[in-house]
């Protein structure tokens, strides 16, 4: 075991990969708690293939895709969070205009630039290969600002994420708090985009919150275990698709699939243990 | 001094108005219940007093140090929290938050008013129970521990009884009015529930979309519109339609 994990970090691209994978399964898994509990999980995904729109525009522009992803989607982030908000509009017929139109524009420019190649298989399901040394800079520092504002906003974010009516009744900034949030996912999401492929990177923020769900009782222990679930799935993931040579982010799913359904299969039978 | 005053005021729901014309004052140790039927403007007047709205005319004044996030507020509950994993402890803790500013962390006050107001409500045993296992009328306990919690003065209770058994909806209003006359905390209550608001109530505010009566509960049972609305629910209830009458004898 040990000899696989050395053969597998003498590749400089796999040590990068699996920093900035690291990171960004750590981010998510804590967003991800809030984002399911406040009903806003479709916001993941809707963030994830303007994502893919933006790097495909990015690619054509010959830009570095992180600088022109990270303000398209934290703008879309804030625009469906505004959707969900509002009532009026309902939120999740909004959110499927928005990412639809999105990966059609990336598919259109994709194939009036390079083509249909492996490129757009790649951002679609993404690739191990993707990162920079530039861009494990750039996740690194984000990575640790998204860690640092939520531990410093933790209690704010777990009472705007269980009674929001509450919590503005007692002068917390809900709206700020909202905003915060969709900001970090937008970052995370792109960060680990390109890694675990457009289609597949809103399954990081949504399956270690649901995972622990099954069994924490607490707020705080649903937070941690997500964390500690989310990245050991990515690791493990990661370990298997370099054994098996298995696409990295469809291996980190299959992973996360997996811990759901033993912690699933452990909380009824806890539950039965007590009846 | 009273603690809270509305002159002519108006509030608006998206532009239109929703209630007009209240004029009433609330004292120290009052029990108001507000009364009326759905969509009466109960709930743009609850936001009205919280300060989340601003009136469209006229004024609300507030006395003797309350300021709207100084008062316990126990909203409705949103269907997002009914499988929402957090202990009872975290929900009662959150409370204090409006009292906390920008700073990230709770204080060692913090916890001990937590405490106290676990203590106070008799629900020590529920402190580690997670809070979408709890029973309705548990989890409306532990709802108004945290509105304890970030209120000193001022109770502002939204509905605290709906859904619950008859059973349960009495022990609940029992709470409250020993709560209210122990530490005469000022209690504000929405209700539909009319035969139980002119029981325990002190005051009532009658809206339809504008004030229609405010006064001492015995004169609301005296006058004709009171009269009229307590006849109508006990038609109502005696026809099997009443919308929120659980728990009225």
Redesign the interface.
């Known amino acids: 075991m040990i000899d696989i994990l050395l053969e597998m970090f003498s590749y400089t691209f796999l040590v990068r990969a699996v920093i900035v994978g690291l990171l960004v399964s750590l981010c998510a898994a804590l967003l991800g708690v809030s984002l399911v509990?406040?009903?806003y999980s479709m916001i993941g995904d809707g963030l994830s293939h303007v994502g893919f729109g933006t790097l495909a525009v990015a690619t054509a522009m010959n830009a570095s895709p992180l600088t022109v992803s990270i303000p398209v989607v934290v703008m879309a982030a804030f625009m469906l969070l505004r959707i969900s908000e509002n009532s009026k509009i309902k939120g999740d017929a909004a959110i499927a205009l928005i990412s639809t139109s999105s990966l059609a524009i990336g598919v259109v420019v994709i194939s009036i630039t390079t083509g249909m190649n492996t490129d757009v298989c790649n951002y679609m399901f993404g690739s191990i290969l993707a990162m920079s040394k530039s861009d494990v800079i750039l996740s690194i520092v984000l990575a640790i600002v998204v860690l640092i504002l939520f531990?410093?906003?933790?209690?704010?974010i777990?009472?705007v994420t269980?009674?929001e009516?509450?919590?503005?009744?007692?002068?917390?900034k809900t709206g700020l708090y909202n905003m915060l949030i969709a900001f970090l996912t937008a970052i995370t999401i792109v960060l680990g985009m390109r890694m675990m492929g457009a289609l597949l990177i809103s399954s990081l923020i949504i399956f270690p919150a649901l995972t622990s769900?099954r069994v924490?009782?607490?707020?705080?222990s649903?937070t941690i275990c997500s964390a500690c679930v989310s990245v050991l799935c990515f690791f493990s993931g990661v370990v298997i698709s370099y054994l098996q040579a298995t696409p990295t982010g469809a291996s980190v799913v299959i992973v996360n699939i997996i811990a759901f359904l033993l912690f699933w299969t452990a909380n009824s039978i806890i539950r039965r243990g007590y009846a | 001094m009273a603690l809270i005053t509305c002159q002519n005021a108006a509030f608006a729901y998206e532009g239109n108005t929703a209630v007009s014309n209240l004029n009433f004052a609330v004292h120290r140790g009052d029990y108001l219940c507000i009364v009326g039927e759905n969509g009466s403007g109960k709930s743009t007047l609850i936001k009205g007093l919280?300060?989340?709205k601003v009136p469209q005319s006229g004024s609300v004044w507030m006395g003797d140090g309350l300021q709207?996030?100084k008062?316990g507020?126990l909203?409705q509950q949103?269907a997002?929290?009914k499988d929402?994993?957090?202990?009872a402890y975290?929900?009662i803790l959150?409370?204090r938050?409006?009292t906390?500013g920008i700073l990230?962390?709770?204080s060692r006050v913090d916890k001990k008013i937590a405490e106290k107001n676990i203590k106070r409500l008799d629900i020590g045993n529920l402190r580690g129970?997670?809070y979408r296992?709890l029973s309705g009328g548990q989890q409306q306990r532990v709802l108004l521990a945290?509105?304890l919690c970030?209120a000193e003065k001022m109770l502002?209770l939204d509905e605290p009884v709906a859904g619950l058994d008859p059973v349960v909806t009495r022990e609940l209003y029992r709470l409250i009015e020993k709560i209210n006359h122990e530490t005469n905390i000022t209690v504000i209550m929405v209700s539909h529930d009319i035969h139980s608001a002119v029981k325990y109530a002190s005051h009532i505010l009658h809206l339809q979309n504008t004030q229609v009566f405010f006064g001492k509960t015995k004169d609301y049972v005296q006058s004709e519109v009171g009269n009229r609305f307590l006849g109508i629910t006990r038609r109502q209830e005696s026809g099997g339609e009443a919308g929120g009458g659980e728990g009225s004898d």
């Open positions: 509990l406040k009903r531990v410093i906003f933790y209690n704010k777990f009472a269980f009674d009516t509450f919590a503005q009744a007692t002068g917390v769900m924490c009782k607490k707020f705080k649903v | 919280l300060g989340l709207p996030n008062i507020y909203p949103t997002a929290q929402f994993p957090a202990s975290e929900v959150s409370g938050l409006g906390r990230p962390f709770y129970r997670c296992e945290r509105a970030a502002l």
